[in-house]
């Protein structure tokens, strides 16, 4: 399996069956640390983990196959499940508060604004990362004994 945090850049996965949303959130990331990655439905985003590693998946509302309900439910069985976090076009606190009952990590209003992006890319990151950065040295030292 590939590990897509590696390096200098960490890879996120957008999943937006919209060119529209992957050009924007591509042009946002394009002179960052992060190296976008982009699917257009739940089928290729599970097909996509089967291989790679991602800490954040920034997924539409709505897909062609699905929600972002059926992707959260989709990547929770990942042995790293990534930190998801919804677009949408309206602000909608119920949305909101259904994303974070439901284990997802927020909610990004479009269009998309750059400060907002890499605010909450970062946080999500950080969230993910840290209990892996704690389990990386205790399971080492487990194999050794």
Not at 13 to 42: C, F, K, M, Y
Not at 68 to 87: G, H, I
Not at 93 to 115: A, F, H, I, Q
Request: aromatic share 6%.
């Amino acid at each position: 399996m590939a590990d897509k945090t590696s390096g200098n850049r960490i890879s996120i996965l957008a999943v937006s069956p919209s060119e529209e949303d992957r050009r924007s959130l591509r042009n946002i990331l394009q002179h960052s640390n992060w190296n976008l990655n982009t699917t257009g439905t739940i089928a290729e985003t599970v097909r996509f983990l089967e291989d790679n590693i991602v800490p954040v998946i920034v997924c539409a509302r709505d897909l062609p196959d699905g929600s972002w309900e059926d992707l959260l439910e989709a990547v929770a069985a990942s042995p790293l499940p990534p930190q998801v976090v919804v677009t949408s076009d309206c602000a909608d606190s119920s949305l909101w508060s259904s994303v974070l009952n439901r284990g997802g990590y927020d909610v990004l209003l479009k269009p998309l604004v750059p400060e907002e992006v890499f605010g909450l890319l970062s946080l999500a990151w950080r969230t993910w990362h840290a209990p892996h950065r704690v389990a990386a040295p205790l399971a080492a030292a487990m194999a050794a004994m």
